[in-house]
């Protein structure tokens, strides 16, 4: 069973910066897909970017050019770094990962919140 714990959320001013960090308790190498995602309050959750084992990464339009995700596969972590932080992004930000071993194994991880506000 892959466990996945974020950290590094909080309380921000808009316009300030914050790194997210995503710790497997398992080589992030074997991972087809990592993801972020978050989930603001009453609404659904989205998906803020993509990374694969190959290292390509994707983004959602509301966070290109603000948002940069990356991998450390010596550490078997994953991070956000999140810039020019908006009110907007506020919201509870979740670690995904899926690996296939036959079948398609999805996992998430807690969520960490992340408060934008003045």
């Known amino acids: 069973q892959v466990q996945l714990v974020e950290s590094g959320g909080g309380l921000v001013q808009p316009g300030d910066s914050l790194r997210l960090s995503c710790a497997a308790s398992e080589s992030i190498f074997r991972f087809n897909t990592m993801a972020w995602y978050r989930q603001a309050p009453g609404k659904e959750r989205e998906l803020v970017s993509t990374i694969t084992n190959g290292g390509n990464t994707n983004y959602a339009d509301s966070v290109k050019g603000r948002f940069a995700v990356s991998r450390d596969n010596a550490k078997n972590t994953v991070y956000l770094q999140m810039n020019s932080l908006k009110p907007e992004d506020t919201a509870v930000y979740y670690c995904?990962?899926?690996?296939?071993?036959?079948?398609?194994?999805?996992?998430w991880g807690q969520g960490t919140q992340v408060t934008v506000s003045s």
């Open positions: 995904y990962a899926e690996i296939r071993r036959g079948s398609l194994e999805k996992y």
